[in-house]
């Protein structure tokens, strides 16, 4: 079996791991799969930079959700998860 080395770091906001724990367990797990998946293999054309008020943020489409998040080095910090109409209010 082959070991998984992520190329990030991933480290959560508080107050993303409650956007998680109020969503169903299988979208939790679809999206917390989604991000481990990208700190793995991250592929650019998954995400997009955001403008105003996220500068420096950017936004991980995993299927009606968006995870924003900011990236410095090897470290990805999660700062908001939610539904792709609600994300960005």
Do not use: C
């Amino acid at each position: 079996m082959q070991e998984k080395h992520l190329t990030f770091s991933i480290h959560y906001d508080p107050k993303a791991i409650k956007q998680l724990q109020k969503l169903d367990k299988s979208i939790a797990k679809l999206l917390l799969d989604g991000i481990e998946e990208f700190a793995l293999n991250p592929v650019l054309t998954k995400i997009k930079k955001l403008k105003t008020p996220f500068d420096g943020a950017y936004r991980l489409r995993i299927g009606d959700y968006r995870v924003i998040f900011y990236q410095e080095n090897e470290l990805i910090f999660i700062s908001k998860i939610a539904y792709r109409k609600q994300v960005y209010l």
